[in-house]
């Protein structure tokens, strides 16, 4: 069971370049959630998904998007990446119930 | 601020206890709290849950939540500390209404000295 899984693990993008982070799972999770997690900082969310083809935005949504066309996947989109966006960037799956919250290993991207 | 974690740092010797504060602000009745541990290798390690209904405080472990459900506090007890417990630790609130976000405190940054 591979749960919540993240690519790439590391990226270096030039300003103005985009790019899509990729998020697996295959729990069967209705809902998924993308944070960004600056240095010495808690999580903050970006965008999350209660269900196919249902997204909403979160607490820093710009210079982002998100689509959710099946359950298993919720991929971020960047769109001219600036420096602010140099981050940790987590994505995580829960089924609609009291428990389980499942992350993804991260991945660290670094705009230059 | 909904989470909040006013211990940006602790340095604790080895094998003592350490409490690391966490309140919360909600007025969802049905919420849950959890505490996760992020080592230097940046993953994220669930830790222990507690449920705003759940009579008795919850136990992992070494892990323990202090749950004072009228103060909004959820504070992580570890016991018998080791050297690997440094680490960040994150507390977190779920609120049960709408699309369940998870929303996370600042951090504090646990330190174990031999």
């Known amino acids: 069971n591979a749960g919540v899984t993240q690519t790439p693990k590391f990226r270096i993008l030039k300003i103005g370049q985009s790019m899509t982070l990729q998020c697996t799972q295959d729990?069967?999770?209705?809902?998924m959630y993308w944070y960004r997690q600056d240095p010495g900082m808690g999580l903050k969310l970006i965008y999350y998904?209660?269900?196919?083809?249902?997204?909403d935005k979160g607490e820093v949504p710009n210079g982002y998007n998100v689509s959710r066309s099946t359950t298993e996947d919720f991929p971020l989109r960047l769109e001219l990446a600036a420096p602010s966006q140099t981050s940790v960037y987590f994505c995580?799956?829960?089924?609609?119930?009291?428990?389980?919250?499942?992350f993804g290993s991260g991945t660290r991207l670094t705009v230059v | 601020q909904k989470i909040t974690q006013t211990q940006p740092g602790m340095f604790v010797q080895e094998k003592e206890a350490v409490t690391l504060d966490c309140t919360y602000d909600t007025s969802d009745p049905s919420y849950g709290l959890f505490w996760y541990k992020q080592p230097s290798s940046g993953e994220m390690i669930f830790l222990i849950y507690q449920g705003s209904y759940d009579q008795q405080n919850a136990t992992e472990g070494r892990y323990s939540l202090n749950f004072q459900k009228a103060r909004k506090s959820a504070n992580l007890v570890i016991s018998a500390s080791q050297l690997g417990d440094s680490a960040m630790y994150f507390c977190?609130?779920?609120?049960?209404?709408?699309?369940?976000?998870?929303?996370f405190g600042q951090g504090t940054r646990l330190t174990i000295n031999p």
């Open positions: 998904s209660v269900g196919a083809g249902i997204t």
């Open positions: 977190a609130m779920r609120e049960y209404q709408g699309a369940q976000k998870l929303v």
């Open positions: 995580a799956s829960s089924p609609r119930t009291e428990y389980g919250y499942t």
């Open positions: 729990m069967n999770h209705n809902y």
